[in-house]
């Protein structure tokens, strides 16, 4: 490392809970001596090992590899890099050579000697990738990932280790336990998940399935060394689950300062209270207005850079200037503050692994502001965006949801009412609903059940019933009617009225058993809809639309998800991964609950494992693609937690980790102004795809995410595997 960027984190000072906010002196660039001076840092005469004990001639590498990357970025883009040198020996390492590396002064290196044991147990190996959390103990699938890239030496061979023994070193009895061989699995590919190169490399396998008592573990390969630690326990999956649900609940907008620890985003963007002097105005302005359509960019952020009566918003404002002084909570969109009805497949995907599970999911200890209330703390972080939404109301009806603030923060626009929202409404209500009457709550059941009606029996009264106009969900699409079809399903299963099943199958895309729930380039989803119908509590009137439901399902989830997971070197099996760091296996989850088939449960279960295991560290950087969580995680992305008196961001937060630039005016915007500065060139070079972070605050295009596309999936995932662990 050349240097690292400190940040002010005490609570105090201008910047102090404010979000966006900077001020002077917030962050500090310590360099480390001399910056390494590369081109002597490669040369193999200015590397020396000296055998450990005085005796013997010293070994000069054959050669010296190298990759660099920016890692330490301030505010004004100074910047340090990391660096990754690895030598190439004249020969192999055996268990014990002990070695005193010494270096040329022409390197810049403050330390020009260090001692170096190779002890297999011990000596942590990049190349050896696995979840840096764990496994439970009868996990279908354990297994770890041989691979490294070495910069401008390309991805190491490891043919030469097929076949060598692999075993599990327990860290607290020292024991050995032997489980398996290297195997090849597969050369590297542009064609992995997304149609990236994730791996740079070829990939080798190391299984350990068949290993099932608890402790904490390092792997070792033979000739090659040791994974990080991890551990095999009934629970590793409370974790994940604990940290998927506190992210929502640090997107919340509304909540005190002191409601929890650390401590919630601010400013609340409560009206009347704060910021002072803080009003939401009403408009006639909503995403399905010609003049909304023909804006290029985010239309909820135009007011963000401008006084609030330079906004288009402002002109229009409802006649007399009327305000929203009861909207409140919601989660917020990445690092804004605005909400809207893209968000609401975040209801749905927080509740899906509660439904799945029968209400088993009843955590109430994961983190957040209401945990110990009594109510699971899922269908709390649910509950709190139906509220919000529902705080939108405009006499009888909807609003498409709240931009982001003014440039002064003291305003902010609810964009008008439609018939989409009223839809939406009534389809976040009557889960949420189907939430309260699993949990046993008969009070909150029948509440959002009546607005579940509400909002569904103004809907239908409108002129325009906007059925075949799309939301936006976060990487998808739902029509009107696909809402419809949602709450439909949902009412059915909370009243058992034949009423709603008959509008629920009216709507319902699928036919014959290949129908395709999620539309394949996602400009419909019925997902939950589907979901809801097959878990009907109450006689399924119409079997062969249920039957054609499951089969769909299973089609759907084994072509689009599941086969791929034998198929690329990552072996991850999401799809839709334009964001890399996303995981999308809802239809799995669904797939895997309804499947009575052992085999075909446990393809399932391996799929949405070896997608976890993906994102919790068995990938080239042996990284948790996720803030706070676990041994190795995401530490800097731009989100909030910054200067609120505990160190760190926010946990639970997932970045986009991407690369296409969004303008040209703002470093921000450009993710190449990292992979500039990096050895070797990034494409050209080969990196790893996955490798595209770069632990920086400041650049929105890479570090930001929303909920909606970076972590509800995730969400789903997590939380469906600690419910079968549990199970």
Partial sequence: MDGKVHFKDDGTGESAFKGHAFAEGDDWIEA?????????????ENWKLYPSGGDGEAVQPLA????????NSDHAWNYKLDHWLFLKLPKKMENGDGFRIEVADTLGSEQEAVEFVYDLDRSQSEAVHVNLIGYTPDSPIKS??????LGDGGPRDYSGCEGNEAWLFDVVSEKRFPVGKVEFWKEESDKDAGGRNLTGSPVWTVDFSDHSRPGRYRLVVDGVGASPEFEI????????????TMGYYYMRLGEAVHANNPPPRQPRFIPGEDPAGFTIYLTDFDPFDEAWKARKGDTWDEPHFKPAVESMFWERRLPGNPTNDNAIGGHSDALDWDRHLAHVSNIYDMLLPFLLSDGGLSDDDLGIAESGNGIPDLIDEARNEVDMFLSLRVGEAYAQGLTNPSKEKTVMFQ???????AWANSANSAILAEAFRLAGDENLKAHYLEEA???????????????DEKQDI???????RDFRMMAAAFLYNVTGDREWED???????????????????REWVQTWGTAAYLLTPHKQHYPELAKNMKASVRKQALENNVRFMNERPSRRSSNNNYWRTKHELQLVAIAHHFSKRRSEKERFEKAMILEADWGLGRNPSNTVEMTGLGSRHIVNCYTSGGNDGVPGMHPGHTPYNNLDPWGTTWRGSMPQWFTERGYPEWEEGGWPEQESFFNCRYSWTNGEFTPRQTMRGKHVLYSYLYWLSKD
Avoid: C
């Fill in 32 to 44: 480390y001596g001399e910056e390494l001076n590369v081109a002597e840092a490669v040369r193999p």
């Fill in 64 to 71: 010296v590899h190298r990759k660099s990357k920016v890692f």
């Fill in 144 to 149: 770890a990932d041989l691979y490294l890239w």
């Fill in 233 to 244: 326990s009934e629970d590793i999956w409370k974790e994940p689950y604990s940290y998927s």
């Fill in 415 to 421: 964009a008008g009412a439609t018939t989409m929202a």
């Fill in 453 to 467: 009606i509400t909002a569904f029996r103004f809907a239908s009264k409108q002129d325009d019933l906007q059925l």
């Fill in 474 to 480: 976060g990487d998808a699409f739902m029509r009107g």
């Fill in 503 to 521: 509008l629920m199958a009216a709507d319902s895309v699928v036919k014959d058993g290949v129908a395709d729930i999620e539309e394949r380039s």
